[in-house]
């Protein structure tokens, strides 16, 4: 079964500051795996994807992230945080196998930008 | 495309009663997923379809919860009787096998709130 972890579950940074969200996770095949955002009281917006097409992705927003397999690791980046960036952030797993299509999401970062 | 649907947005009930949340995924869609997020335990999948078939439930909480796809453009989660542990966001999300990302696309969410 594959697996998510996200480091953090909150996360401060200075408006213009860089954003980084840690994201480390467990797959016996070949994952596909995906940043998702919530803002407050919304359902879930996909930021991004890792497709196995290239390992460096870039999102919407300005978001970016990129896959590391010799670490396991698709962390999440942003050069200048914005205050409207301030929601909870997931991370996500899943395979191409059939019987194993649902998305398992890690538990989440709040991401909280200050002035 | 209207995006995954979900009726209602906000269900506010008592305990004991039956409650029945709905999904319209995107059309030629042919996968549908139900989750529920909480505070506690996070986005967790409660169970998916493929073609309307049910491919796994495993998630499913215990034999209150029950969900249906009588069609490719509609299913159902019902609860049966409801809980104030029921309380939570459940959301609904479809992807087509022919994306080979396994994308998912969510909706709204449907707020339960069980008295």
């Known amino acids: 079964a594959q697996s998510v972890t996200q480091l953090g579950s909150h996360v401060s940074v200075s408006e213009g500051a860089l954003v980084l969200l840690r994201c480390n996770y467990s797959s016996s095949v070949p994952p596909y795996l995906f940043w998702y955002v919530q803002y407050p009281n919304q359902g879930l917006q996909l930021l991004l994807k890792?497709?196995?097409?290239?390992?460096l992705v870039k999102g919407i927003n300005g978001f970016e992230a990129e896959f590391k397999k010799s670490e396991t690791s698709f962390h999440l980046t942003k050069p200048s945080a914005h205050m409207s960036d301030a929601a909870e952030y997931f991370c996500a797993v899943t395979v191409a196998d059939t019987g194993r299509r649902a998305l398992t999401f890690g538990s989440g970062t709040r991401l909280q930008v200050q002035p | 495309d209207a995006g995954v649907i979900q009726s209602p947005r906000h269900e506010v009930t008592e305990m004991g009663q039956e409650v029945t949340l709905r999904c319209k995924p995107i059309?030629?869609?042919?996968?549908l997923f139900w989750y529920r997020q909480t505070m506690m335990r996070g986005l967790e999948l409660l169970i998916y379809?493929?073609?309307?078939?049910?491919?796994?439930d495993s998630g499913m909480p215990e034999d209150r919860f029950s969900a249906k796809m009588p069609n490719a453009s509609f299913s159902t989660l019902k609860i049966q009787p409801s809980e104030p542990r029921d309380s939570a966001v459940y959301f609904c999300a479809s992807s087509s096998d022919r994306v080979l990302n396994n994308e998912q696309f969510f909706g709204p969410g449907t707020r339960l709130t069980v008295l």
């Open positions: 379809f493929n073609n309307n078939v049910p491919i796994d």
């Open positions: 059309s030629g869609h042919d996968y």
């Open positions: 890792y497709t196995s097409a290239a390992t």
